[in-house]
Every structure is written in C-alpha cells, then in structure tokens.
C-alpha cells in the first residue's frame, strides 16, 4: 500500500535537487500554564512587561489569561526554532513574580470554574471579539477544558518543492490549486496514521482529580489525588480532553476532499443555529455571553488534529483567506507538552515531525468515506486510552490490524524519506531520529507516558506532585541561562511595539461592537 510513496520518493532521488526543501517553514506554539507557588492557576493579569496578549506576535495567551502562548516566527531550520521558544521562554521567566510555567499538557489544581480567569485583549473591538468568543467557548464546553496546554507544529514546503513535485506528477492546474490540493491529500494521511503521534509522544497519561471537579470518570484510580488509565498515552486527545461533541450529534463534520469542501462546512456550521447553544442567550444584560449561537462561533472552534492553514490580512476570516489564496501550511495540533523538555518538544521529535509530513504527502491518499472516518475517531480514542496496551488492534480497512505492526510499516516506508532529508544536511540526524521511534514500538516502555507513570510510580507521586517537580527543573533551567542583551532587547522592543500597537487600534475604531460582528461575519 506504500507503492506510490515510495515512486514519488524515487523520483526525487532522480532529480539530484537535494537541496530542494530548502527554504520551508518550520514553526512552533507552545501553551503553558502561568501558576502560583501553591500549585494553582495564577490568578494575575498577563504581565504588563511582556507586551500586549492582541498584539505581541511571540508572546501572547490563549483560552485563559494564565494560559501562555509561545509562538516561534518561521525559521528553516530546527534548531533555530528550538533556541527561539528556549529563549522565549527565558525572556518570560525573567518577567514572572514567584510564579511557574506548568509543564505538562494537563493543568494543576482546578478549583472550579471560576478559578479560571478568562483571556483579556483590551478595549478594541477584534480585542472584545477574543475575549467573548472564549467566554462562549467556556459556556458550551466549560472553563476546565479549555486550559489544556499543547504544542502545534506548523509546517510548509517551499515553492521550489511544490513546482518540481508538480513536474514529477504531471499536472498542469495552476500552481496554488496544485498545492492546496496536495496539502489536504497530506491533511487526510495525517488523520489515517495521525494515532502514532500520541503513541510516541503522548505526555498525558494520568490528570489531577480537580480537573474532572463532581464529574464520576471511568478512569483508574492512581492515588487519592490522581486519576490515570494504565496504558494511556495522551488524556489530553481522549474523550475527557476538548471535544465538539455537539458537531458529532447533529451531524457536522469538517470535510477534507479538497478545500472549497473543507470551507462549505465549516462555513455551513458557523451559519447553522443550534438550539442547545441558543439556551445560553447571545447577548443578555448588554454583555455578550458568545458571538452567536450557531454550530461553531468561527472557524477557530472546529477542534481537530490539524488544520489547513493561510495567513490572515488584518481581521479576515480564516474561511475566506483559504478560499482567497489558498492552502500556506500546515498546522498539526496533537502533540502533548513534553513534561521531560524544558522547552515542552525536543529537536528528535520534530524531525520525526517533518519526516512524517513528507511521507503523507508522498503516500497515496484517497477521499475518506464514512466508515474510515469512524475508524480514525476510534483508533484515536484508543491509541489515547490504552496505546500501549500488549497486542491492541486498531481499525485498518474495516479489519482488525496490530498497532505495532501498522507503526513498524509506516516507519520502514519512512526510512527512505529520513535517509532523503539526511542528504541535504549530509547527516544522520532525521534517520536517528526514526530510530528512537521504532524503539518505542518495540518497546512501550520508552514511551513518555510510560515513563510518565514508572516514574509517578517509583517516587509514590501522583499526577500533581510529578508535574510540580518537573516545572520546577524547568524553572531551574531557564533562570540558569544568561540571556545575551541582544535577546533581552529584542523581546523587549516586541513588547513595547506591542502595547503601542494595541492602543493605536483601539483608538482607531469607528464602529459600535454590535456593527463591528456583523461587518466581520458578512465578509464574502
């Protein structure tokens, strides 16, 4: 079945363009929770010093305003991106008041709903729109769900790649048309085999019991504080983590056949009321409690594990810009916070990343029917919950197949794509890194949740008290880097550039909030 990949890779080889991904794009967002020396969610504003959350493109929160976000500006190479986020989050730390980033995916003590302070953006109305939509996200799904910290991993080919790929497909479509389509092949692959990345990197095998508050669970019970299944991999992505389960029920699904289908539904969401979400009210009292009452609020609310993606032009809909121009990169959205990286990802991971990005593009990719949707739902679930589980089966082509051996197949195809990206940087680093990978398949052991729970386990820690220790080496590591006073400056300058930027466009606004969403909306 891996046939085509491994033609399309030959005929690669057969270019001797070996340099040809040179100039693609390699980002990363980290999330991570601010906390309190007691081990909760800080309460505190963002700090000032670190800019504005609307407007400071490195630094900004998410759902809550104790939810950091680290985002790396596009960089060719790895380890460009990893001493960008390192030194991020060194400028961070240096700004923080005895407080820490927690370093796992799943958050610290949860003392309810309204321990959770809601993301503030200011005045200005895309600043109010922010902040409102993440209160709607709070009433449909709760406030807990939505402080789950991940990694997203962004990734685009270069232009030269896309033109000689065309070339060796033969296609004669426009160029953008050709990529956009070749993109959403990837995107469906990356949901077909998308459940080896929690397998390998999955960090989320156990939670803290707050995090589940009244709620009874079918999970285990580690300790009196502790919830945990015994071959989890990532909670974060199981049925307890962030779900559009009302999509499920009434039918809605974001379609991936190409991108005007992928637009239409999630569009056709959007512009669908739901009766559930109506019960909340809209805008009660003159304070709007969500944008609408539809399906999706925007785009944004359709949670997947990875996303088509295109920069946006000022307040553009993301709908609309991926209609405009297409298909820019890549966004995939299932990686844990790795809790034994300072950084939340390591260099050996992302290079297995970008492998399997260009293997799902190479290998044949077919629409996805009804009945393999359903498949990668469940095999999901159950590589989430019980990955590691001796001899667990997944759903391949409506049978039953081993997960090691699926794994152990998609990694030899991969070898020669690893051994193709080596040539360029005349190294071993992309196939050394597949290596440690199929360690892991051998052996489950080796796995970050395994180690995760072995090490809970040898200590007699649960869930809290392994993340506390962990956050606080990492604490350790970042006040033990003496940032240079040319990074020291240039975060400083962003944040500066920032606040100054945010108050230009809240004096710039010239139309009523209500206005300003209707006008949003209507774009065509």
């Not at 060796?168 to 389509?181: A, R, V």
């Not at 009196?224 to 307890?240: C, F, H, K, Q, W």
């Not at 970008?354 to 293997?359: D, I, T, V």
Request: proline share 4%; hydrophobic share 35%; glycine share 4%.
């Amino acid at each position: 079945m891996y046939k085509l990949a491994e033609h399309r890779l030959q005929r690669l080889l057969d270019s001797g363009q070996k340099h040809i991904l040179d100039g693609r794009q390699i980002g990363v967002e980290k999330e991570s929770l601010r906390v309190s020396p007691e081990g909760r969610i800080s309460p505190l504003m963002h700090p000032c010093s670190l800019g504005s959350a609307l407007t400071n493109p490195y630094i900004t929160t998410d759902y809550s305003e104790a939810l950091m976000e680290f985002i790396t500006p596009p960089s060719e190479h790895i380890e460009d991106v990893l001493a960008f986020l390192r030194d991020t989050q060194t400028f961070v730390y240096d700004k923080l008041d005895d407080e820490i980033l927690w370093a796992t995916s799943m958050p610290c003590v949860v003392a309810g709903e309204t321990s959770i302070p809601l993301a503030q953006y200011g005045s200005s109305n895309v600043g109010q729109m922010k902040t409102v939509y993440r209160r709607g996200l709070g009433y449909r799904y709760g406030r807990v769900m939505q402080v789950i910290a991940g990694v997203h991993f962004n990734y685009s080919f270069p232009d030269s790649f896309w033109q000689l790929y065309q070339q060796i497909e033969e296609n004669t479509d426009p160029l953008q048309d050709f990529i956009s389509e070749q993109y959403f092949a990837l995107i469906r692959n990356l949901q077909r085999f998308g459940w080896l990345v929690p397998y390998l990197f999955g960090a989320s095998p156990a939670v803290c019991k707050s995090f589940l508050g009244d709620k009874s669970s079918d999970l285990d019970e580690f300790d009196v504080n502790t919830y945990y299944e015994p071959y989890a991999t990532s909670l974060r992505m199981g049925d307890i983590g962030y779900q559009n389960n009302k999509e499920n029920e009434i039918g809605i699904k974001a379609c991936y056949r190409n991108l005007d289908a992928y637009v239409n539904s999630l569009s056709f969401a959007i512009e669908t009321p739901c009766k559930e979400y109506e019960r909340f009210g809209v805008k009660v009292d003159d304070e709007y409690r969500q944008l609408n009452a539809n399906i999706l609020q925007i785009e944004n609310e359709y949670y997947s594990t990875v996303r088509p993606k295109q920069i946006l032009q000022g307040n553009e809909k993301p709908s609309l810009a991926l209609r405009k121009r297409g298909v820019r990169y890549v966004e995939l959205r299932s990686l844990d916070v790795n809790a034994f990286e300072p950084l939340g990802v390591s260099e050996t991971q992302l290079r297995f990343l970008e492998a399997f990005m260009l293997f799902c593009l190479l290998n044949e990719s077919e629409q996805i029917c009804f009945s393999e949707r359903e498949e990668i739902d469940q095999n999901e679930l159950d590589v989430a919950h019980k990955g590691r589980q001796p001899g667990l089966k997944l759903k391949r082509d409506a049978s039953d197949c081993s997960l090691k051996e699926w794994a152990l197949e998609i990694c030899d195809v991969m070898q020669g794509v690893c051994e193709y990206l080596d040539l360029a940087r005349d190294s071993q680093l992309y196939s050394q890194s597949l290596k440690e990978q199929i360690e892991k398949i051998k052996d489950p052991e080796l796995t970050p949740s395994s180690r995760m729970l072995n090490e809970m386990r040898e200590r007699k820690e649960g869930f809290y008290y392994f993340a506390k220790r962990m956050s606080q080496n990492h604490y350790e590591y970042f006040k033990s880097i003496n940032l240079s006073e040319d990074k020291k400056r240039f975060f400083s300058e962003a944040a500066e550039a920032s606040l100054k930027k945010q108050q230009i466009i809240e004096s710039e606004d010239s139309m009523t909030f209500d206005d300003y969403l209707k006008a949003y909306f209507s774009q065509s």
